[in-house]
T-cell receptor, first 111, second 116 residues
Framework: GQQLNQSPQSMFIQEGEDVSMNCTSS?????WLWYKQDPGEGPVLLIALYKAGELTSNGRLTAQFGITRKDSFLNISASIPSDVGIYFC???????????FGEGTQLTVNP | ETGVTQSPTHLIKTRGQQVTLRCSSQ?????VSWYQQALGQGPQFIFQ???????GRGNFPPRFSGLQFPNYSSELNVNALELDDSALYLC???????????????FGAGTRLSVL
């Protein structure tokens, strides 16, 4: 089935640094979502994007819906230790009910 | 706290056995989706239930089946368990049929299934 290509697979950064991760698809998506998953928990929604070109912020997090509708990125500014976790992009294609996920980006923040 | 609850939290089964996982959806949500998340991977869509009927299915064999009840809670049943079925099973609820925009899925904490 459709897969989202998410990169990087992992990141090791120092507290205070900014982080950027992205997601690409071979087909058009009409909704992009970014989730964070902590160990032993389910994914928690961070940001939802509904329109091509849309730029949305949630605190230190900013995400954009690519104008081609085939990509999205997530930026985290001034990282803190509690940002540690796995970040997933996910989206809905133009038709269908299934949410397709990327493989995740494992973020480690060193104090 | 999403309001989506799953039970049990952990389960150990042996190959060939059958298992039933349960999910209570968030208040006001009428759609439940199930996902399988293998270690180190993103969740993979199994199927979705809307108003007690299957509404979309991923690439999973028929031994994966489900139910949705009038109160919108749901069960995932897996027959003839295989070792590769070991994974975190996630349930997500949402408030509409799941076609595209503004349909946000809220996830439970999952059931960790180990097949020995």
């Amino acid at each position: 089935g459709q897969q989202l290509n998410q990169s990087p697979q992992s990141m090791f950064i120092q507290e205070g640094e900014d982080v950027s991760m992205n997601c690409t698809s071979s087909s058009i998506f009409n909704t992009w979502l970014w989730y964070k998953q902590d160990p032993g928990e389910g994914p928690v929604l961070l940001i939802a994007l509904y329109k091509a070109g849309e730029l949305t912020s949630n605190g230190r997090l900013t995400a954009q819906f690519g104008i081609t509708r085939k990509d999205s990125f997530l930026n985290i500014s001034a990282s803190i230790p509690s940002d540690v976790g796995i970040y997933f992009c996910a989206g809905y294609e133009t038709s269908g009910s299934r949410l397709t996920f990327g493989e995740g980006t494992q973020l480690t923040v060193n104090p | 706290e999403t309001g989506v609850t799953q039970s049990p939290t952990h389960l150990i089964k042996t190959r060939g056995q059958q298992v039933t996982l349960r999910c209570s959806s968030q208040s006001g949500h009428n759609t439940v989706s199930w996902y399988q998340q293998a270690l180190g991977q993103g969740p993979q869509f199994i199927f979705q239930y809307y108003r007690e009927e299957e509404n979309g299915r991923g690439n999973f064999p028929p031994r994966f089946s489900g139910l949705q009840f009038p109160n919108y809670s749901s069960e995932l049943n897996v027959n003839a368990l295989e070792l590769d079925d070991s994974a975190l099973y996630l349930c997500a609820s949402s408030s509409n049929r799941g076609f595209g925009a503004k349909n946000i899925q809220y996830f439970g904490a999952g059931t960790r299934l180990s097949v020995l």
